[in-house]
């Protein structure tokens, strides 16, 4: 009988011993991991890495780390997929590059998984957010495309630089390409003191292909833009010999039509006529 006893206070100790490991394992990772951003300070000109640093309560330290960058989120999955942990506290270190960004607020959430527990539990160790910034070249604006707009058929890649010698644009992994640069815009003047600064170059989205795509504008090889847009095409590089009309109603305005037209030279539909058309009344 004494000897059951002492059987259930071991047992009772064991419990209340992996009760406190656990609570204090709890304890340190609630305080959440360092997150350093590098540059501190980063611009779209900058290759960015975050590096993740803490002392961690036991052996199964995170690691193998999965890197998703959604929009402006950038999801950082660390995972242990070892069976036993020895109960001492660990320091541990990541570093992870992502590369360049688009100008813009960014969240970094880093997420742990014991793969070895069943089921597996995920928690979020850490978080923090920075910026990126567009000041890489001051006096320099790209007009279009726009961050997240949407392109097809033949546009004009637009925008202007108070003073460069040279203008390229990047797309993609694509190599450079110089456009023309030095075209009058009187509303830069007030930035400038000067009206010759604007830039344009003619290009066939549909080249492209269907999906996201990245482009970067540089100004004597310094990046002013980086933005992402998505291309949707017809299955061509360039539609032939296909034609259609079409009204459409309460635009701009409710009690207004526009009739856009199939162009073959802009690979696009264009604006080839507008009228009322208030319900139950014909203009022309």
Same mark, same amino acid.
């Not at 590059?97 to 793969?115: F, I, K, M, N, W």
């Not at 279009?144 to 890649?157: A, C, H, W």
């Not at 990245?214 to 010999?241: E, H, N, S, Y």
């Not at 690979?267 to 208030?278: A, D, E, H, K, P």
């Given at each position: 009988?004494?000897?059951?006893?002492?059987?259930?206070?071991?047992?009772?100790?064991?419990? #209340?011993?992996?009760?406190?490991? @656990?609570?204090?394992?709890?304890?340190?990772?609630?305080?959440?991991?360092?997150?350093?951003?590098?540059?501190?300070?980063?611009?779209?000109?900058?290759?960015?890495?975050?590096?993740?640093?803490?002392?961690?309560?036991?052996?199964?330290? %995170?690691?193998?780390?999965?890197?998703?960058?959604?929009?402006?989120?950038?999801? /950082?999955?660390? =995972?242990?997929? @070892?069976?036993?942990? @020895?109960?001492?506290?660990?320091?541990?270190?990541?570093? /992870?590059?992502?590369? !360049?960004? %688009?100008?813009?607020?960014?969240?970094?959430?880093? #997420?742990?998984?014991?793969?070895?527990?069943?089921?597996?539990?995920? *928690?979020?160790?850490?978080?923090?957010? =920075?910026?990126?910034?567009?000041?890489?070249?001051?006096?320099?604006?790209?007009? *279009? %495309?726009?961050?997240?707009?949407?392109? @097809?058929?033949?546009? #004009?890649?637009?925008?202007?630089?108070?003073?460069?010698?040279?203008?390229?644009?990047?797309?993609? &992994?694509?190599?450079?390409?110089?456009?023309? !640069?030095?075209? $009058?815009?009187?509303?830069?003047?007030?930035?400038?003191?000067? &009206?010759?600064?604007? =830039?344009?170059?003619?290009?066939?989205?549909?080249?492209?292909?269907?999906? $996201?795509?990245?482009?970067?504008?540089?100004?004597?090889? +310094?990046?002013?833009? &980086?933005?992402?847009?998505?291309?949707?095409?017809?299955? +061509?590089?360039? #539609?032939?010999?296909? *034609?259609?009309? !079409?009204?459409?109603?309460?635009? %701009?305005?409710?009690?207004?039509?526009?009739?856009?037209?199939?162009?073959?030279?802009?690979?696009? =539909?264009?604006?080839?006529?507008?009228?009322?058309?208030?319900?139950?009344?014909?203009?022309?």
């Amino acid at each position: 009988m004494r000897d059951r006893v002492v059987k259930t206070q071991n047992i009772t100790r064991l419990l #209340l011993m992996l009760l406190l490991i @656990s609570l204090g394992g709890i304890s340190l990772r609630a305080q959440g991991a360092e997150i350093e951003i590098m540059p501190p300070t980063p611009s779209v000109n900058d290759r960015i890495s975050i590096r993740i640093f803490d002392e961690w309560p036991d052996a199964c330290t %995170p690691e193998n780390p999965e890197v998703m960058v959604s929009a402006n989120t950038i999801e /950082i999955n660390t =995972f242990s997929d @070892s069976q036993a942990c @020895s109960q001492v506290i660990t320091p541990w270190e990541l570093q /992870i590059s992502v590369g !360049y960004l %688009p100008a813009g607020d960014y969240q970094v959430r880093v #997420l742990y998984t014991r793969e070895a527990t069943l089921p597996s539990a995920t *928690s979020q160790i850490g978080q923090t957010r =920075f910026t990126v910034t567009n000041a890489a070249h001051e006096g320099a604006f790209l007009e *279009s %495309p726009q961050q997240d707009s949407y392109e @097809s058929g033949i546009g #004009l890649i637009r925008g202007w630089v108070c003073q460069a010698e040279t203008i390229e644009v990047q797309i993609d &992994d694509g190599s450079r390409r110089v456009v023309a !640069y030095g075209t $009058t815009r009187g509303d830069t003047r007030e930035v400038c003191g000067d &009206d010759d600064n604007g =830039f344009g170059y003619t290009f066939n989205w549909n080249a492209l292909g269907d999906g $996201t795509h990245r482009l970067q504008a540089f100004a004597d090889g +310094v990046v002013f833009a &980086d933005v992402r847009f998505t291309v949707t095409t017809l299955g +061509v590089d360039f #539609l032939r010999d296909a *034609s259609g009309e !079409y009204e459409l109603e309460n635009f %701009p305005q409710l009690g207004e039509c526009v009739t856009v037209r199939w162009s073959e030279s802009h690979q696009n =539909f264009v604006i080839s006529g507008q009228r009322l058309c208030l319900p139950g009344i014909t203009l022309q």
